[in-house]
């Protein structure tokens, strides 16, 4: 059975910061390439960041450029997001994302909210 589950959203202020983490488990964890999507209310789902299975290569959306980090950790099966300088803009549920071939497994999403 394939699970993701998302950890690590909360409420934060502007500036503050947050890490989110994301355990996988039923699949091969290091075949697959691991992404951070966000559903602000109102908005599509849209990609933060991704990483390529063995980690060596990352994607960013320019919204989070130099702010956002994500890593993953193949022997623990997990994906992680490191949220620096968070803005209210950053505002929404994020889901983890593996994706191989035709794959494509989601979390349940974990609330994000920057607000002072």
């Known amino acids: 059975q394939v699970q993701l589950v998302e950890s690590g959203g909360g409420l934060v202020q502007p500036g503050g910061f947050l890490r989110l983490s994301c355990a996988a488990s039923?699949?091969?964890?290091?075949?697959?390439?691991m992404g951070w999507y966000r559903q602000a209310p109102g908005k599509e789902r849209e990609l933060v960041a991704s990483?390529?299975?063995?980690?060596?290569?990352?994607n960013y959306a320019d919204s989070v450029k130099g702010r956002f980090t994500i890593s993953r950790d193949n022997a623990k099966n997990t994906v992680y997001l490191q949220m620096n300088t968070l803005k209210p803009e950053d505002t929404a549920v994020y889901y983890c994302n593996a994706r191989f071939r035709t794959n494509n497994y989601w979390g349940q999403g974990t609330q994000v909210t920057v607000s002072s």
């Open positions: 039923g699949f091969t964890f290091s075949s697959y390439r």
């Open positions: 990483i390529s299975s063995a980690g060596g290569i990352t």
